[in-house]
């Protein structure tokens, strides 16, 4: 059974910054590509940010040049560095993991509350 879970949310002020982890019950080098994905109240689930097995990142465009997504082997994690945030930057951040053996299998986190608020 794979397990995500996901930390590092709260509040911040707008200008600020966080650091979500999402930590692997299982070695992350047996995922294709681990991604962030975020929900805010009202809108559908978008893609924050995504990292590939081989290091390739790919960010939305309204995060782009402010948050940064890294993976650490050793630890099974992979983290999301969030800085100059913003009020639209509030949601809930979800990870999510996909790998494919015979079949693809996606999981999913709890997620963890993000809000950028003065």
């Known amino acids: 059974q794979v397990q995500l879970v996901e930390s590092g949310g709260g509040l911040v002020q707008p200008g600020g910054s966080l650091r979500l982890s999402c930590a692997a019950s299982?070695?992350?080098?047996?995922?294709?590509?681990m991604t962030w994905y975020r929900q805010a109240p009202g809108k559908e689930r978008e893609l924050v940010a995504a990292?590939?097995?081989?290091?390739?990142?790919n960010y939305a465009d309204s995060v782009k040049g402010r948050f940064t997504i890294s993976r650490d082997n050793a630890k099974n994690t992979v983290y999301l560095q969030m800085n100059s945030l913003k009020s639209e930057d509030t949601a809930v951040y979800y990870c999510?993991?996909?790998?494919?053996?015979?079949?693809?299998?996606?999981?999913w986190g709890q997620g963890t509350q993000v809000t950028v608020s003065s």
């Open positions: 990292i590939t097995s081989v290091g390739g990142r």
């Open positions: 999510n993991a996909e790998r494919t053996i015979v079949r693809t299998q996606v999981f």
């Open positions: 299982v070695s992350i080098f047996s995922f294709n590509a």
